[in-house]
């Protein structure tokens, strides 16, 4: 069965600064790799996803992630945050022919004004 | 509006009294998940259904709890004599055969006392 591991439960940064959230997978097969935000009092919604091509993929709002198949990392990134992405950060994978979504743990994001 | 809706928003139940959930997934979707979420963790898989056949339940859910999709529309959770434990955010998500990620609902936040 697959696993999904964030490595920060809480960061606190100040607007403008760079943000990045690891993760990583456990799966011996193919995946697809996903990465959904919840902000306060709101659904879970889709930031960005990786099927397959090129491994640094684009998503919502100014954020990417990079798959890098031989660390089995699909670390999220963004150059300058905002208030507004004060949240909490799922990265969440499937096999590639599987049909459940496996969700690490989150990590919550305050960033400070 | 994220085309996922489920009802209610928020039950406050009695330790040993039965609850039933809804969701009505978004209408061309023929696969409905059904999730849980508890505070500072990543959503877990209940079940899973294509259209009308329940296709994967979880071991976290123990034979008090049921899940039905009758003509492969919406669909519901009923929880039967509910535990402290059994407090939590329940989340639906539906998606399309073949289209990998999902559409989350708002979800319903149980609690039992």
């Known amino acids: 069965a697959q696993s999904v591991s964030q490595h920060n439960h809480h960061v606190i940064l100040s607007e403008a600064a760079s943000l990045e959230l690891g993760c990583n997978y456990s799966y011996g097969g193919t995946v697809n790799l996903f990465w959904y935000v919840q902000y306060p009092g709101q659904h879970l919604q889709l930031l960005l996803k990786y099927f397959s091509g090129d491994p640094l993929v684009k998503g919502i709002k100014g954020f990417e992630a990079e798959f890098i198949k031989s660390k089995f990392s699909f670390n999220l990134r963004k150059p300058s945050v905002q208030w507004s992405d004060t949240a909490e950060y799922f990265c969440?994978?499937?096999?590639?022919?599987?049909?459940?979504?496996?969700f690490g743990g989150g990590t919550r994001v305050l960033v400070k004004p | 509006d994220t085309g996922v809706s489920q009802d209610p928003r928020h039950k406050i139940t009695k330790r040993g009294q039965n609850v039933t959930f809804r969701c009505d997934p978004i209408s061309e979707h023929n696969r409905l998940y059904w999730y849980r979420q508890t505070l500072g963790q990543g959503p877990e898989f209940l079940t899973y259904?294509?259209?009308?056949?329940?296709?994967?339940k979880s071991r976290l859910l123990s034979d008090r709890f049921s899940a039905e999709r009758p003509k492969g529309s919406f669909s519901t959770l009923e929880i039967q004599r509910t535990e402290q434990g059994d407090s939590a955010m329940y989340l639906c998500a539906s998606s399309s055969e073949g289209v990998p990620g999902y559409t989350f609902g708002s979800g319903t936040r149980l609690t039992v006392v």
């Open positions: 969440a994978v499937n096999p590639l022919r599987g049909n459940k979504l496996t």
């Open positions: 259904f294509q259209n009308e056949a329940q296709l994967e």
